[in-house]
Each structure stands twice: as C-alpha cells, then as structure tokens.
C-alpha cells in the first residue's frame, strides 16, 4: 500500500472505534459498571478490536503461508491493512486513556501503546517487517479473553462459572498465544540480528524487552487474582467445615 492509504485506513480505523465506543454506550449498561461507564465502554471496544485483529492475525498466514517463511519482506496488502488497522485503534485508545483517566492510572498502558504505535508504524511506512508485526498481533487471542474477564468483572459475574471457564482459557491462551509468542519474537529477532538494520534491531529488541515485562507483570497478577486468591478462599471453606 502505498502512504496515502496508509493513513487512510489508519484514519478510518480511528472514525470506526470511536464509532463502536459510542454504538456500546447505547446499549444498556449492567447497574454494577455504571460506577465508571467510561471504563466499561473501553474495555468493550478493545474486546471488539482484539476480535477482529485475532482472526485477521490467523487469516493472514492462512492465506499468504509464505509469509511465515520471510517476516522481513514477504507480506500481502492483508496483512498490511490489518497492521495499518491496528495503528488506528491504538491512536484511538491512546486518545480516550489520555482524555479519560489521570496519567497515574493509565501511564503503563499509555507507554505500550506508544512502543505498539512506533513500531508498527516502521513496518508500514517502510514496507518491511509487516509479517513480523502480524505475528505480535497474534498475541490479541488471549486479547479477547483477557477483556472478557474484566467484562464479566465490571458486571458482577466473578462468581460465576462463566467467569472461572473464561479464567482457565485466559491462563491457557496467556502462556500460549502471549508469553510463546513474545519469546519466539525475541529468538527470532537475535537469530536474525544480521538481516535487521540497527536502528530497527534496537527499537525491535527495546519493544520486546518492555513487553515481556509487562507481561510477566500481568501473569502474575492473574495467577494471584484467579486462582491463588480463590485456592486461599477454598481451602478456609475447609477448616471451618
């Protein structure tokens, strides 16, 4: 794609989630959520970006599997739309963090976004690396059940069996789709230090450096949250039994 669709896909993307933000906010809010409406309306559109790009991700190399082979140069129009796509929502949610919530809550999220933005903003405007991008993008599985959880959370349904079900797929999509796809991304990046100019070799290893951090930050916090908080509660049951 040449520049000027670039930013026009970009642009569109940004008008189609700010589109969906406001198509959530007409549909009827759980009473639990109404303490922060804009939180819920958030995390809803994120959900529907994570959706799309998911699929998208898995679509890309379903149908142009030559990409796999060659994440520097090889890529299809796909796959370029779906990361110049991916660019317009991460504008668009960097917007609504920075317009919605004070910089001390929302700065981690904020700083990932800027990383994302950057990073797939080299792909697309040089042509290179675009199957590197799609591949991060498949981290966006585990995306959906991550904002499920804090979906079912904000509607009071932490109990449920819907919850722990969704709770035991998060965990497992986390380890494989999240944490295996940051490490093979990081392996693939010091194998291939020779095809990858400096400048984008540092950017790319920075990038992956602050996103496997986060991320082992994030595990562990679910694992607390979930299933170690819950173990805790189970096994007091038991003693007063």
Known sequence: MELGSVILTIGGSVGFFKFVNSGVGKLPTPESACRNVWKWRNISTSCVHSMITATWAVLCFFLHPQMAEDLIETHSVFSHVLVSFSIGYFIYDFFDMLRSQKLSQSWELLFHHIVVITCFGLAVVSCRYVGFAVVALLVEINSVFLHIRQILRMANMAASTLYRVNSMINLGTY???????????????????????????????????????????????????????????????????
Do not use: H, Q
Request: hydrophobic share 50%; charged share 25%; proline share 1%.
């Open 175 to 241: 380890v494989v789709f999240r944490i295996n796809t940051l490490a093979w991304m990081t392996r693939w990046l010091v194998l291939n230090r020779d095809k990858v100019p400096l400048l984008a070799y540092t950017l790319g290893s920075v990038g992956m450096a602050i996103m496997t951090a986060m991320n082992i930050v994030l595990f562990c916090r679910l694992l607390r949250s979930d299933f170690l908080k819950s173990s805790t509660r189970e096994a007091k049951k038991e003693k007063e039994m």
